[in-house]
């Protein structure tokens, strides 16, 4: 044990690391990153044997990230006008499951990720409540886009809600992750992101969902907490969360009318038409980015598409680009990515209540950050900003490393 201190430290810092300094640096999930995979590299007898004694387990989830990869790789191949930087954020996500082994490995304390993401969620309100309110910007976004600040600083506030589990069982006080939920929660409202709503109203099902399998109390919790919180919120003028949802009825009503769609839900309305357009031009294989915007230009000059569409780089969904860009086959792909590591976080879940072990929360964290980034998919494209695809995969790879780690400790 006492020669596996040193190691179990540096990955727990490197672990605490990862959601922590995610939002309120720059480089800071990049060097983490980084580090985590040269840690891999400097022990890789054990980091392999690790993978490979668990490989029935998380198998379907590499190869999810590998399929990722590769089928970007092909097209990269196939299309002499996509460029190598297309190949970074798939190559940078497979290379995240060195996370995997490095936790598996080294055995970190579950503890070192709550408290990174309790961290996180409060430097996330804080950075976005300065911008707010003293620099008086209407839709502050820390160093990146507010959609995507909000959207992370709410999966951050999930991952915190859930490590409620683990405190409660360890008889520590709840307060600091309940804070953490209400942290993300609140940089989330400050940013003016209305997409995230969705995530949390689908972790609240999945939370009611899970009621029944054994833990019953503690993610009843969960629920009550965020509910009450977000109704609250709803309700406080001060939040502007009334007036951001009635502007995006009024923005969707005055689209379908024609009277204007330079609105925040006009452009998104309009890319997806275009979006099913080009669709239905190749729905197998789809086409390159560059060649789809070439066709929305000529869309918009002939007069079947408004100007609207020309404004974004992407098409503020993740399910159209997939599908615009890589076809049926890249749809398999980003589907893969989401419902592979749900999958094996349902199954971790399922598999220590049937055994009668303790609440698996590594197991839930996990579930509500693929559940999350879904449903953020819908209004917004996760999966074009580095930092975000970074953020996902390494918190899906720690995770997964947590949630094996504990099935182990309890003898399941």
Known sequence: MKTMAPSRLWTGALVFMVPALCLITG?????ASFLLLLTALCMPRPAWSALRRHWPDIRWVVLAFLFNFALVLLYFVLRPEQPLSSLEKPLRMLC??????VV???????????????????????????????LGM??????????TFGDIALAMGM???????????????????????????????MTGTRGGWIALALAALLC?????????????????????LAAVLYFVPATEIQLRVQQGIDDVRRWESGEYKFTNMGIRLELWKGAGMLIAQHPWVGQDPSTAHEQVVRWVKDGTLSDVALAPQHLHNDVLQALASGGVFGLLSLIGILAAPFA????????AALRGGPPNAPALAGML??????????????????????????????LMGLSLNQKEECGN
């Open 208 to 228: 009611m969902r899970l009621a029944h399998l054994g833990s019953s109390r503690n993610v009843r919790l969960l629920i009550g907490a965020g509910v009450a």
């Open 344 to 351: 094996f976080f349902a199954r971790q879940a399922k598999l």
């Open 159 to 189: 991952v915190a809600l859930a490590a409620t589990i683990d405190f409660r069982r360890e008889g520590r006080r709840v307060l600091w992750p309940l804070l953490g939920g209400l942290a993300g929660i609140l940089a989330l409202v």
């Open 96 to 101: 995240a499951a060195s996370a995997l082994a």
């Open 27 to 31: 480089p800071g999930i990049g060097l």
């Open 369 to 398: 950050v693929a559940l999350g980034y879904f449903a953020f998919g819908l209004t917004e494209m996760m999966f074009w900003s580095g930092k975000a695809c970074i953020f996902y995969a390494l918190m899906i790879f720690i």
């Open 138 to 147: 209407e839709r502050p976004g820390g160093m990146i886009n507010a959609i």
């Open 104 to 134: 598996l490995v080294a055995r970190p304390p579950r503890r070192a990720l709550w408290w990174g993401v309790i961290a996180g969620a409060f430097g996330a309100m804080c950075f976005v409540g300065w911008q707010r309110i003293v």
